[in-house]
């Protein structure tokens, strides 16, 4: 019996060795792999194309993640820095990894118009040809300011000045149409400061030149980014019937 007892005794303590020296190894394992990671960057969700990702929506679409280094993808996005201000390509998914050449510069050519505004602001199209649009010398990102000229609408009370200095009233003129009268037009000259240039001419003129890598050169139109109280002043001067007409007056790039 002492002979089972001490095989028995034996059998436990090499069990008990084994089992100490596997689990060290595999702490050791472990510890190994943990220490061979990355951290990166990896969606919470599906984040849609043309996504412009903030500090507001940064914690909403992304987190951090550890990868095996020798899983981690060519150009991985490992810090949130990188993701700022930044507008997504194509739709990121859940879970994967993100390649820097996936995301795009907000200001770029390359985004929605929409995402190169700034709040506050917005793109507004107004007709330009001819040296009412400085003869074709306009160019995307240049500033112009646009001046216009409004006139006093005439109504039944119209007051004149005759060749003589009196005051003429409607009635009066319509009693002696052969009067000759000196009038004079309440003429005034409005101004809308620093317009950005986004656009010149349409979408498929641009879209054309950017494939073929040429630039736009000739334009009927132009599309100018204002702040939302110029474009209502904007729109309102387009909308009124007093208004004399409008030009857009190239600023010199070096003095802004």
Known sequence: MKKVYLVAVAVAIIAGVCTFLFATQLFKTVSAKSA?????????????????????????????????????????VVDEETLL?????????????????????QLTDNVSLSLRLEPGYVAYTIVASGDQGVDGYIEEGDTVDLLYTTIEKEDENEVSIDKNGNLVTKDDKDEDDDEEEEEFADVTLGTIPALEVLKVSDHQSNSAAEESGTSVNTYSNITLKLSEADAEKLFRMESSETVGGYKLVLKNKASE
Not at 44 to 68: C, G, H, K
Not at 96 to 102: H, L, P, T, V
């Open 36 to 76: 061979d990671q990355t951290t990166v960057i990896v969606p919470v969700q599906d984040v849609p194309a043309n996504t412009l990702i903030t500090a507001a929506n940064m914690s909403e679409y992304f987190t951090e993640a550890a990868v095996f280094n020798a899983d981690v993808i060519e150009n991985a």
């Open 85 to 105: 201000s930044k507008v997504t390509s194509d739709t990121l998914y859940s879970g994967e990894q993100i390649n820097k050449n996936r995301l795009i510069d």
